[in-house]
């Protein structure tokens, strides 16, 4: 994801898209085995979540319009408290996790409404911004 998202990184095996003014080291955390759970505050969400982290990237260079929407919530490892491990510019949001791999579903919400604009069963119309099937507008 935020890998290919961003605009280099050292040890990438092909150049990176560059949608994301971000510089992103690979497994920055180590490898498989070195994977592990953190606690995230969240800003678009106004609370924590449970994040999981995969052979995890860390983000070691972000631009002047990038926007961090999630950060770890204490130190693991070599990276401090509040480091940023979820970023957004527009429309392009990229994160150092899987939250795909919890219970919490909060955060793919608030991507389908907030950055995709869609108006989600039960969350109330949005002026002008419904949406009911993937076509662009």
């Excluded at 793919?108 to 002026?127: D, I, M, N, R, Y």
Aim: aromatic content about 6%; hydrophobic content about 40%.
């Amino acid at each position: 994801g935020v890998i290919l998202l961003g605009r280099g990184g050292a040890g990438l095996p092909a150049p990176p898209l560059g949608v994301l003014d971000v510089v992103v080291e690979r497994t920055a955390y180590g490898r498989q085995i070195d994977s592990f759970t953190a606690d995230l505050t969240v800003g678009p969400l106004d609370r924590t979540m449970h994040g999981v982290f995969i052979r995890a990237p860390r983000l070691t260079e972000l631009g002047a319009g990038i926007e961090v929407i999630a950060r770890l919530a204490a130190a693991h490892g070599p990276a401090p408290q509040g480091e940023p491990v979820g970023v957004r510019s527009g429309r392009v949001v990229g994160l150092c996790f899987h939250p795909e791999l919890t219970n919490d579903s909060a955060l793919h919400a608030w991507f389908l409404q907030e950055v995709a604009g869609f108006t989600l069963p039960g969350s109330g119309a949005k002026a002008g911004r419904e949406r009911t099937s993937g076509a662009r507008e």
